[in-house]
């Protein structure tokens, strides 16, 4: 059957108006989706429906709002060939995002605030370098936004903490430069704000054998020149810490790329040290295995003393974009803390 172009044009502009229809009703509901409750493991979407792509990340809590820092991982899963020896995929580094919550389940995108340089195959922050575990911390003073990251070459040999500094939590954040802190390799690291304002790097360092912990200076800019060494020759990965009652925790991982480990944990009551082991704190299935994960923050619930949230990150080695987070509650017993496994859970009003 023939059509005149006259039908062919309202046919057109009807299917052109049911698919906006469609859109439009799509995105209002993904929109106004809110989330409810914690699902580890599974896929965690930002307010406009999109999966949140926020990897080894941490999370800064600032007038009333938490911004959630993390990797972007996007693009192909591949091998370089330096790499192949410890199972070392990677994607080509796109940046840091950031997301923005008040309620922790529904997060807003703010952007991608530290972009990588496409242009420039020596920068640092070229896409075919490495750029893991951004971690921000507010500085009263300056009033400056300070993010430390993981900067490294694709073969991890650098070694470097990176910094760079933002008049806002959204960014965007500009470069600074990367360094040995204390003249010491650095691989996964965090960042820890004491009470006191003093802020303090927790850096797998000596090839990942033995951790350092390193005052910053009162900007947070670079290494006081005071650090330890601890966990010697222990090989502790993605460290991350809290405080609790006066007491320092903290938890990593085991030294086996992305293939999952058991976890460690330990307590000191200064952050200098004796820091004392305490063993795996999960519970549940897979427990062993951090249920599959690897640490990367604990977050203090603001207005919740004792609240605390252990943020993991599963991996997929095959398809890092698919990477998943696990976020799950702690709870203090008379020796320590533990991390309990739950397939669904908020937090207490
Ligand atoms: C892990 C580390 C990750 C990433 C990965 C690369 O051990 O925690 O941040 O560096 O190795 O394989």
């Known amino acids: 059957m023939k059509t005149t172009k006259n039908q062919q044009c309202y046919a057109g502009r ?23 409750q914690f699902k580890p493991g599974e896929i965690w979407t930002d307010t406009s429906g999109e999966p949140i792509n926020a990897h080894g990340g941490g999370i800064l809590y600032h007038d009333k709002v938490y911004y959630w820092y993390g990797e972007i991982k996007k693009g192909k899963t591949w091998m370089p060939e330096a790499n192949r020896s410890w199972n070392g995929t990677r994607v080509d580094v ?56 993981h900067v490294d070459s694709q073969d991890y040999a ?78 502790m990965e993605a460290p991350a810490v809290f405080k609790h009652q006066g007491r320092y925790y903290l938890v990593a991982s085991g030294c086996t790329g992305w293939a999952p480990n058991e976890a460690r944990s330990a307590v ?25 994960g690897q640490s990367t923050y604990i977050l203090p619930v603001a207005d919740k003393p004792g609240t605390f949230i252990f943020m993991a ?14 976020w799950l509650p702690v709870t203090f017993t008379d020796k320590g803390f533990e991390v309990l496994w739950q397939t669904t859970w908020r937090l207490n009003k």
């Open 14 to 36: 009807t299917i052109l108006v049911l698919m906006a229809w469609y859109a439009m009703s799509f995105s209002a509901y993904a929109a106004t989706a809110d989330h409810t």
């Open 94 to 149: 796109t940046g840091i995002s950031c997301y923005s919550s008040q309620d922790l389940y529904n997060w807003k995108y703010e952007g991608n605030v530290l972009p990588a340089v496409k242009d420039d195959p020596n920068h640092e922050l070229n896409t075919s370098k490495v750029l893991e575990r951004p971690k921000v911390l507010y500085n009263r003073t300056t009033k400056q936004f300070v993010m430390w990251i």
């Open 313 to 326: 990150d599963r991996w997929n080695q095959n398809n890092l974009p698919d990477s998943r987070y696990l």
């Open 268 to 292: 000191a009551e200064s952050i200098w040290g004796p820091w004392k082991e305490l063993g795996n704190p999960c519970r549940g299935p897979e427990a062993d295995l951090t249920f599959r």
């Open 158 to 235: 650098l070694s470097h903490a990176g910094v760079a500094t933002s008049n806002s939590p959204t960014g965007p954040f500009q470069y600074i430069g990367s360094f040995r802190p204390d003249g010491s390799m650095s691989r996964d690291m965090t960042v820890f704000m004491d009470e006191d304002g003093k802020a303090y790097l927790f850096h797998a360092s000596e090839n990942n054998a033995t951790l350092h912990i390193s005052l910053l200076t009162a900007d947070y800019l670079k290494p006081a020149g005071r650090f330890v060494r601890v966990f010697e020759g222990r090989s």
